[in-house]
């Protein structure tokens, strides 16, 4: 394909995406960019962010089809190539066999290759990232596409991807000393970085996408609630955010410590709401962090908490009749998201963790930080753009409710 016939390609993915999104709401149609410039670091963003959401995939699969340690080096550059003679495919065998799990697998030939190359998808696409995020950035910056602002920001989430290519190096390390085992905590912080990078850049793209918010111009027929404030409800969201990022480091630690094949069952744990202790390590609060059943009841509890404070917040917009379509639709969404990832994992933990279900509980965690996230975007726009230029709230809740038309 000529490289018209790819730019033309990539408008036509642009105008679909900016059709899904208006779906959302008509009003998303009053905020499309004029600029070519925005849609340009839009795109660039959101490419990004599909990558970071292939990346967490691909690693989790790596982990779970039991290839993650394949590889006993990490040369960044150098790495790139794969073995292209029998003798490299010998040598990388060769130090492969140096490691402690091969000292318990015995693996073949054969099967080092395909775990190989599993692994070696991963680091390749962890470099692709790279180029993708850091060429176009160049570029951005050449051309003034970007504020200085912007380009601190950008510059700050490359060192975190190359943090995080450190971080996935230090966690494949710890699992080639003495255990053929990465370290649970590594491993978490590892995932985590990578929620983080991808909610930065989800969030990045939303403003790209509309700089003039999603909700285009002020709407007079959506009045303020008088309990319904942005304070409020953003900080509900911050709790919310909190409260799901300590999960997806226990979902982390439950994967990293195979915690999530045992106690099968939901929501009993062994017939009781609480696993038994392990007598000989620590107190109850240590084996919170280091014992597979615990850690897996902490994971269990934080999920339930953010269910319940997200579903709070769910309710607290539905219940609120000024509330734009955007924002109703925007936390319904959520609302089927959260459930949904509720319900596989538990289903992930029921079957006893087979790697299509633990695949879809990851993806749906990624899934639900977008949500959220948009969320976040939608109120913060909504009292920006709306209430800043609306009369002061009306008292009269039979007169409220009967000026929005929602229900
Ligand atoms: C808000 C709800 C939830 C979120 C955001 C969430 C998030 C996560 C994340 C990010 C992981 C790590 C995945 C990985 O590294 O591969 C994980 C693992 C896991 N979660 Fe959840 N989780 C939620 C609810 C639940 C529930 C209700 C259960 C079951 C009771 C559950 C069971 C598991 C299990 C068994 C694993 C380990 C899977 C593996 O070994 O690959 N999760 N969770």
Redesign the pocket.
């Known amino acids: 394909m000529t490289a018209i016939a790819w730019g033309r390609a990539l408008e036509r993915l642009w105008e679909t995406m900016y059709v899904m999104f208006a779906v959302l709401s008509p009003r998303v149609a009053l905020s499309y960019v004029d600029g070519r410039s925005c849609r340009f670091v839009a795109m660039w963003l959101l490419a990004c962010c599909f990558l970071v959401a292939c990346m967490v995939v691909l690693g ?1 699969y790596t ?2 089809s039991g290839s993650g340690l394949s590889m006993p080096s990490w040369q960044p550059i150098m790495g790139i190539l794969p073995p292209l003679s029998a003798d490299d495919w010998l040598a990388h065998y060769r130090a492969y066999q140096a490691t402690p799990e091969y000292r318990l697998m015995m693996s073949d030939l054969a099967s080092f290759k395909v775990i190989f190359w599993i692994e070696y998808s991963h680091r390749l696409l962890g470099r692709v990232l790279g180029l993708v995020f850091f060429l176009p950035l160049l570029f951005f910056a050449w051309q003034r596409y970007v504020t200085r602002e912007w380009l601190v920001l950008f510059s700050v989430l490359f060192i975190l991807g190359a943090l995080q290519g450190l971080m996935g190096w230090l966690m494949v390390y710890s699992g080639l000393v003495d255990e053929p085992q990465v370290s649970p905590y590594r491993l978490a912080a590892h ?1 985590f970085l990578a929620f983080l990078l991808y909610g930065l850049l989800f969030s990045a793209m939303l403003r790209w996408m509309f700089p003039h918010g999603i909700q285009g111009e002020p709407t007079p027929s959506y009045p303020p609630h008088p309990y319904y404030t942005r304070d409020t409800l953003l900080t509900h969201i911050y709790v919310a955010f909190v409260l ?1 990022a300590v ?2 480091i226990f ?2 630690l ?2 990293g410590n ?1 915690a ?1 094949l045992i106690y099968n069952t ?1 929501p009993l744990m062994d017939g009781s709401l609480l696993p038994p202790l392990d007598d000989g390590r620590g107190a109850w609060y240590q084996q919170m962090v280091t014992v597979p059943g615990p850690i ?1 009841w902490v ?2 509890l934080l ?1 339930f908490l ?2 319940l404070v997200l579903f709070a917040l769910v309710y607290r917009i539905e219940k609120n009749r000024s509330t734009p379509p955007v924002i109703v639709w925007s936390a319904r969404s959520l609302f089927l998201v ?1 459930i949904s ?2 319900s596989l ?2 289903a ?2 029921l079957y006893g ?1 087979p790697t299509l279900l ?1 695949l879809s ?2 993806f749906g ?1 990624l899934l ?1 930080l977008s949500m959220m996230v948009w969320l976040m975007f939608a109120i913060k726009d909504y009292q920006h753009s709306f209430l800043a230029s609306l009369p002061p709230p009306i008292d009269n809740p039979a007169q409220e409710s009967s000026s929005t038309g929602r229900f």
């Open positions: 989790g982990r779970l995932l799901f999960t997806v979902g982390a439950v994967a195979h999530g939901y897996q994971h269990r999920s953010t269910v959260l990832q509720f994992g538990i992930t933990l963790v633990a509980h990851q965690a639900l």
